[in-house]
């Protein structure tokens, strides 16, 4: 199992640097929410997912799901995609957290589950939970994939976000894809070495091992990325090439944004 | 405030870098001890040295991303100081006349493409957008890498790599190029192109040093060879005195001597890199 434990991990390393190439690639396309300028887009899926996160309803949080998919299917992004790495994964993490509020919710019993009550409220506690998580991831990430980073960055610019924290964001997107790109390497590397198996003990120490190099060779290496950026006069603001410019588009969705957000609010009290 | 250097007599009398009796450590082991060393605009000079002798640390110091932990370092009679950095005005002239290529080119080329890469510099430089656009254009086609404008930099070959971040540094037109180990790793035709590149400077418009320990290449970089040895200047001198110093290279351990046997009988000659030693067996 040896050999496949670390196949595995070289193709999931793998596979994550090429979703990361998939991603740039996508805010490059000709869609919806591609065409907007940074800035409308960067506020207003903002206030959507402001306006998912505090909704009490879920025929509410329904329809700002629903309207993630339709900004989805209009940028041209892959709902399959969006399926598997997105709405399946929210759904795991977040039912795992809200399942003990089946049980633990007091009101009418709904279910039996093994002789334990599972209430309407316990129930409804956790679809509201998963409702309201999965809208909001499914905003936050179409915000991401429909945007280059740059451009996400320098749109937080303009809204006053100090420089520093911008320079922090930019290193650690920088930091996440070297992680990768190294991690990568190094189990390509041990791959090409590998004869014969590792017991459970052994592939845990492997594991443990690569951790800790792996962690040091990235910090190592994004320092020097780093300093690299300084030495071709990098102070922490984000220059483009391309400038922001408001076009009437921008003005048709800024109002699309804010009737979306103000039918939320009102059909969610 | 830092002047741009002028004529070609004046050039030679002014002094880009002064470093006196500087140390550098990085976590408690030093560098850099005691180095002194001085260079006139317009030198081309070779830092030689093993792995370890101080050659990147001292282009680090010379590029204001390292400071000295004890003596004084000079750009232009001005002192490279941390908090001379610190000062906008100072750090943009300095960024604007001192330009530096890393050994590593994946550690330089961080943006979406090519031409994002080459533009980094004047963006940062607060060029103006046009002039921008000019001058990387002109950039991508003195370097020959016009036709790599759209690509990613992951996807270049380590030759384009290495052309493709001296193109992102070179497009500000620095008047101090420092390269560290331009030519590592690079196969005999990348080779040959980024030595081109660096003749192509041969007539003392910039003030270039280049880190290295290939000797086979001295005579064409550079017209001055500084030997480091454990952080300090053990030899100064052309690069044909310092080839032939070949007790200083063996100390230095830029070379080694080559042995072999001859039917049980051991023989020495010098490094291949250096005229060998014809003998009969």
């Known amino acids: 199992m040896s050999a496949g434990v670390i196949a595995k991990t070289v193709r999931g390393f793998s596979g994550a640097l090429g979703r990361t190439l998939v991603s740039e690639n996508s805010a490059h396309e000709r869609g919806l929410l591609q065409a907007l300028d940074p800035r409308v887009k960067l506020v207003g899926m903002l206030a959507l997912v402001v306006t998912a996160a505090l909704a009490r309803k879920l025929p509410v949080m329904g329809a700002l799901f629903g309207l993630g998919v339709a900004l989805a299917l209009g940028s041209r992004l892959s709902l399959w995609s969006l399926a598997k790495r997105v709405w399946l994964v929210a759904f795991a993490f977040?039912?795992?957290?809200?399942?003990?509020?089946?049980?633990?919710?007091?009101?009418?019993?709904?279910?039996?589950?093994?002789?334990?009550?599972?209430?309407?409220?316990?129930?409804?506690?956790?679809?509201?939970?998963?409702?309201?998580?999965?809208?909001?991831?499914?905003?936050?990430?179409?915000?991401?994939?429909?945007?280059?980073?740059?451009?996400?960055?320098k749109a937080l610019r303009t809204l006053m976000v100090p420089v520093e924290v911008i320079a922090m964001l930019a290193m650690t997107h920088r930091y996440v894809v070297l992680l990768t790109e190294t991690a990568n390497a190094m189990f390509e590397a041990r791959q090409s070495r590998m004869v014969g198996r590792l017991n459970g003990r052994e592939q845990r120490r492997l594991m443990v091992n690569t951790g800790g190099v792996l962690l040091s060779k990235t910090l190592e290496m994004g320092n020097e990325v780093f300093l690299a950026m300084q030495a071709r006069g990098f102070r922490g603001e984000v220059r483009l090439l391309t400038e922001f410019r408001l076009r009437g588009w921008d003005y048709v969705a800024m109002s699309g944004f804010a009737a979306a957000v103000v039918a939320a609010a009102l059909a969610g009290r | 405030m830092l002047e741009s250097s002028t004529s070609g007599a004046a050039k030679a009398e002014t002094l880009e870098f002064e470093a006196e009796a500087v140390r550098y450590e990085y976590e408690r082991v030093a560098a850099l001890q005691g180095l002194t060393l001085r260079v006139r605009a317009g030198e081309r000079i070779a830092?030689?040295?093993a792995n370890g002798s101080g050659k990147s640390t001292l282009l680090r110091l010379m590029d204001g991303l390292h400071f000295a932990c004890a003596g004084a370092l000079r750009f232009r009679g001005e002192a490279l100081t941390e908090e001379a950095m610190q000062d906008d005005g100072f750090a943009m002239n300095f960024r604007r006349r001192v330009g530096m290529v890393f050994q590593n080119p994946d550690v330089q080329l961080f943006n979406p493409t090519v031409f994002d890469e080459v533009a980094f510099g004047p963006l940062q430089l607060g060029w103006p957008r046009e002039e921008i656009l000019e001058r990387?254009?002109?950039?991508?086609?003195?370097?020959?890498?016009e036709h790599l404008k759209d690509r990613a930099p992951y996807r270049l070959s380590g030759g384009e790599k290495k052309r493709v971040a001296i193109a992102s540094v070179i497009v500000l037109d620095p008047d101090v190029l420092l390269l560290d180990e331009p030519t590592a790793a690079l196969d005999p035709r990348s080779q040959s192109q980024v030595i081109e590149l660096l003749e192509s400077w041969n007539d003392g418009r910039k003030t270039i040093i280049t880190a290295t320990h290939q000797l086979e290449i001295l005579g064409e970089i550079s017209g001055r060879a500084v030997v480091l040895e454990r952080g300090a200047v053990v030899g100064d001198a052309t690069p044909a005195e310092v080839l032939a110093n070949t007790e200083l290279l063996e100390s230095a351990n830029l070379i080694h001597s080559h042995r072999h046997l001859h039917g049980g009988v051991p023989h020495k000659h010098p490094s291949p890199y250096l005229r060998h030693e014809h003998h009969k067996h």
């Not at chain 1, 209430?119 to 945007?147: F, H, N």
């Not at chain 2, 990387?136 to 890498?145: D, F, K, M, N, S």
């Open chain 1, 94 to 153: 977040t039912a795992m957290i809200a399942a003990p509020a089946l049980f633990l919710t007091p009101g009418e019993t709904a279910y039996t589950l093994g002789g334990v009550a599972i209430t309407a409220q316990g129930v409804r506690s956790a679809l509201l939970l998963i409702a309201r998580v999965e809208a909001a991831v499914t905003l936050s990430t179409l915000l991401v994939l429909t945007t280059p980073w740059m451009h996400l960055l």
């Open chain 2, 47 to 49: 830092l030689l040295g």
């Open chain 2, 136 to 145: 990387v254009h002109a950039t991508l086609q003195w370097i020959g890498a």
